[in-house]
Structures are given as structure tokens and as C-alpha cells.
């Protein structure tokens, strides 16, 4: 999964690099409303199914399978209906308190929540394709529909652009860039799991996927809530363009060390969720959060020590340039989410739904007002500066509610191996801060490559020893 979630990352960047181009900062600031408000709206309408569903069919025997997926299914149809309906309803007063009266794009946040149903479906298929184990179908349709996205929707955003409807083009581009997916995961999830009844699902099935559901989507709501009324906050005080800087610097903090998530999300979720006691589920806590500042570090360093190459080459260097300081400490936030995330997929798969709840609503309402606290001082940095400090309270969050659970804190080499990472990444912003020129970076982001590459070769090697021996 980690390939294909970078291939999905390249024909990402062509698309936001080709709208930055044509649009600039402000095509790339509504980008970045309309996708909160999509993902916001579909996570309300989608209850929690994503995840509920991948639970729910990965859990179930072999006899029990396929009644399983018929109500996964069957619900994610109703629940695509419902996110349309709930565009419809919500996009108006949204828009009304999202944009100032002198800048209004209703019309556009219409038009891209014409998207909603379309995630929705996409979410329950994916979650059949993982649940059944097709994950190389999952990953293939993921590329797939990722590239056609680019290929069907730049065009539109160009032909609008040139007919003076920039917005309104890239306003297509989304609804197009998210469209493909729904489409090549529905003929993945016909190809490789097929309905084998037109029966009506059982309604126990259903009351089960509910249940379940509800609490996922209030804690995935919390986040998106969160992120939205973030950037409400900068539009609201800085204006369309500064929104673009700040997703700008959002975007390409949170995207290069993306694939580590991805995989986090698709392989450690359901391995932590079937571990056999608390003791094996910490193992694969610790072991994850290892794999994460290994695999990410040298990429963390290289936004660090190289942010203004990463802007310029992503962006456009002239309009983009106050994302700069904004990116660096994006980063430092993207460092501690690789801490607590683990910690945080290890609640949602075996903590009780009141724990969980507790725990997201208070670090979400770190994430969304704390920029409120800041921008008074340090203006439009002050956001970011709030989602580092978010990240760092979640992180010290979830350590002490692991310790609460468990009875057990994180091990020490897990902490030994953090604090080095820290340090390392410190020292190579130090090391750039006042040197001349824009590639000295290159210098500690290799040597970081290489000791990450070492100890995790070693680690592998030696995890492999010792199965061959257990065998």
C-alpha cells in the first residue's frame, strides 16, 4: 500500500501544481475549503462505514462473509443517498458562515459537495476490497483512479481558466478527482466481490454496523470539524490568498510523509484491532510508531532543512513565499502525529467508544480553537504554530491514556529512539538555518537516509531471525 499511496501522491502534486499555476494562492485556498467541507459533510453522511465495515466483514467467518458485505452494501447505497441530501441542505448556510459577504463561493461549495455521495460510495467499497483481503486491488484502483482524476479534471480547470472561470474550474477538478475513485472501487468490488443475494440484509447486520459506526463517525466528525474551522479562522482573519498559504504548506507537510499513514491505516488498524491481548497490541504499537520515524524521518528532515525548494517546485515562487515559515513548523506537528497516531488507531480499535469520544473531542478542540489563541500574536504563523502545539498535546494525551488502559507506559526504547528523532531533525534545521543557498539540506537529509535505512534494515533482519526460529 505504501507504493501506490505514492504513487497517488505524485498525480496529487501534478494536479495542485497545475492549479497553483493557473489559479494561485486562492484557487489553491478554496481547494482546500471545498475538500474540508466534502470531507466533513461525507463523514456526518458515511457513519463511520469506512472503518465500521472493514471491522465488521474482516471479523466474520467464512459462512458469515458474504451476508456481511451484502449489508455493508446495502447501507453504504443509503447512506450515498443520504450525503446528496445533506449537501443539499447544509451548503447554503454553510457557505453564508464559511466566506465574507464580499467574497462569496456558494455556489462553488455546491457544486464540489456534489462529491459527498461519490466519497461515501468510494468508503464502502474500499472497505470491502480491504475487509476481503483484495488489498492489491485496493492499491491498483487507488493508482488508477488517481492519475485518471489528473487526466479528467485539468482539463477543465484549463478550459475554465481560459474562459475567466478559474474558481469554477478547479471547483470541476475536485468534483472529477473524486469521482474516479467511487468508479474504479465499484468495478474492483463487483470484480472481486460480487453480490451473491438481492435478498434484504439482516437487520441485526445493519443495528450492528450502526452502532459501531456512530461512534467512529462522531470521532472522524471531531477531525474534520476541526481542520475545517481551522481554516475558517485564517479566512476569516487573512483572506482566500493566506488560506492558500496555509493549505499550501498543510499540503505538502501532511502529503510526503502520507504514505506511512496510509499503510497505518490500512495494515495496523485491523492487526492491532485481532490482537489477542493488550500486551501483543502494545508490541504493535511501539513496533508501528518505530516504523513511522524510521520510514519518515529522512522525508521530515528534507521539508525541514529544503522547505523553500519544496514550495518553489510544488507551488510557484513568487506567490507562494509566505508559506515558507508555516511549513516548518507543519512539520514539527506531522513529527508528534507520527507519535500519537498509533497510540490513537490502538484506542479506536480496542478502547470503549465513551474513552474514545473523551479523548478526540478534547484534542480536537485543542486543534480547532487554538489558532484563535495564536494569530492575535504571531498572525498567520500563529495557525501553524497551533497544529504543531495540537499534535504535541495529542501525542502527551494518548501516552497517559495508554498508561491508564494498559497499565503500561510506551518502552523506553520506543521514547530513546523518539527523542533521537526529534534531536536529529532539530539539529538539521539548525545546521541550514543561516547557510546560503537552498540545497545544504541535501547534506543531513542523506546522512539522516542512511541511518534509517541501516536500523531499519537491521530491525527487519533480525524480526526475521527470530520468526524463522519461532517456526
Known amino acids: 500500500m505504501g507504493g501506490a499511496s505514492v504513487l497517488v501522491l505524485v498525480a496529487a502534486f501534478f494536479r495542485t501544481k497545475a492549479i497553483a499555476l493557473m489559479v494561485g494562492p486562492a484557487g489553491v485556498g478554496l481547494a482546500g475549503i471545498l475538500v474540508s467541507f466534502n470531507g466533513l459533510v461525507a463523514m456526518a453522511a458515511g457513519w463511520g462505514l469506512a472503518t465500521a465495515g472493514v471491522r465488521t466483514v474482516a471479523s466474520a467467518t467464512p459462512d458469515e462473509q458474504a451476508a456481511k458485505i451484502a449489508a455493508v452494501r446495502w447501507l453504504g447505497v443509503r447512506l450515498s443517498w443520504f450525503g446528496l441530501l ?64 489528473v487526466l479528467l479534471g485539468l482539463p477543465l480547470v484549463y478550459l475554465c481558466h481560459q474562459a475567466g472561470h478559474s474558481l469554477i474550474g478547479v471547483t470541476l477538478g475536485i ?91 490500512t495494515d495496523f488498524f485491523p492487526r492491532v484491532a485481532a490482537a489477542k491481548d493488550e500486551t501483543e497490541a502494545r508490541a504493535l504499537v511501539e513496533k508501528q510508531i518505530q516504523a513511522g520515524l524510521l520510514l519518515a524521518l529522512p522525508l521530515l528532515a528534507a521539508l525541514l532543512t529544503m522547505g523553500r525548494v519544496c514550495i518553489h517546485w510544488l507551488y510557484t515562487a513568487d506567490q507562494f513565499e509566505p508559506a515558507i515559515p508555516l511549513l516548518s513548523w507543519m512539520v514539527w506537528g506531522v513529527f508528534f502525529r507520527l507519535i500519537s497516531w498509533p497510540m490513537g488507531f490502538w484506542l479506536q480499535a480496542r478502547g470503549s467508544n465513551r474513552s474514545v469520544l473523551i479523548v478526540e473531542l478534547i484534542s480536537n478542540l485543542i486543534l480547532g480553537l487554538l489558532p484563535l489563541a495564536l494569530i492575535g500574536t504571531f498572525g498567520l504563523s500563529g495557525a501553524a504554530i497551533a497544529f504543531a502545539a495540537g499534535y504535541v498535546a495529542y501525542a502527551v494525551l494518548m501516552t497517559l491514556v495508554m498508561r491508564w488502559r494498559t497499565g503500561y507506559w510506551i518502552g523506553a526504547r520506543t521514547w530513546v529512539l523518539a527523542g533521537l528523532a526529534g534531536a536529529a531533525l532539530a539539529v538539521a534545521q539548525w545546521s541550514v538555518a543561516s547557510a546560503e543557498g537552498d540545497f545544504w539540506g541535501l547534506i543531513p537529509t542523506g546522512i539522516l537516509g542512511l541511518l534509517c535505512a541501516g536500523i531499519y534494515y537491521r530491525t527487519m533482519r533480525r524480526e526475521a531471525q527470530v520468526n524463522s526460529l519461532e517456526r
Not at 450502526?210 to 475558517?232: I, K, N, P
Request: charge should be positive.
Open 175 to 265: 468534483l472529477v478527482a473524486t469521482g474516479a475513485p467511487a468508479v474504479f472501487m465499484w468495478v474492483a468490488a463487483r470484480k472481486h466481490c460480487p453480490a451473491v443475494t438481492d435478498a434484504a440484509p439482516d437487520r441485526a447486520l445493519i443495528r450492528e454496523l450502526l452502532q459501531l459506526g456512530g461512534a467512529l463517525m462522531v470521532v472522524g466528525l471531531l477531525s474534520q470539524l476541526s481542520a475545517y474551522v481551522a481554516r475558517w479562522i485564517v479566512l476569516r482573519e487573512f483572506g482566500l490568498v493566506a488560506a492558500g498559504h496555509y493549505q499550501a504548506a498543510l499540503a505538502i507537510a501532511s502529503s510526503l510523509p502520507g504514505f506511512v499513514f496510509a499503510a497505518m491505516a
Open 86 to 149: 445533506a449537501v443539499a441542505i447544509l451548503f447554503v448556510p454553510i457557505g453564508l458562515w464559511t466566506f465574507q459577504p464580499n467574497d462569496r463561493h456558494i455556489l462553488e461549495l455546491g457544486l464540489a459537495g456534489m462529491a459527498v455521495p461519490l466519497l461515501v460510495a468510494a468508503g464502502m467499497w474500499g472497505a470491502i476490497l480491504q475487509a476481503s483481503g483484495h488489498l492489491r486491488a485496493l492499491a491498483t484502483t487507488q493508482v488508477l483512479s488517481a492519475f485518471a482524476g
